[in-house]
């Protein structure tokens, strides 16, 4: 095996695939308090980002809160929901 297989075996690697964290929106949890959760759970997000995906749950009952890899997504799904939010996750089409 030559040396420029080997370099072109270890460049060609698959991205690991991606999933989409899902908030959906429920009518007991005051926004104020989604926001914090939201800010809390996935610190990368602001205020307003947070604030953005409330409101979407809110007027469609569906937010995309992040994409990232399937152990963070799972992770933060978990966490919202131990914060009394309901999310869920779906691979990025």
Do not use: W
């Not at 908030?23 to 947070?50: G, I, W």
């Not at 995309?64 to 933060?76: D, K, N, P, R, W």
């Not at 999310?87 to 990025?92: A, G, K, L, V």
């Amino acid at each position: 095996m030559s040396v420029e297989t080997i370099e072109k075996r270890s460049t060609s690697r698959k991205l690991a695939p991606r999933y989409r964290v899902l908030l959906h929106n429920d009518d007991f949890n005051p926004m104020e308090h989604v926001v914090q959760v939201l800010m809390k759970t996935v610190p990368s997000l602001t205020q307003p980002q947070a604030v953005n995906i409330m409101m979407e749950a809110h007027t469609n009952g569906l937010a995309l809160v992040i994409t990232c890899a399937q152990e963070h997504a799972e992770f933060y799904c978990e966490t919202l929901k131990a914060n009394n939010l309901s999310s869920t996750i779906e691979p990025d089409e």
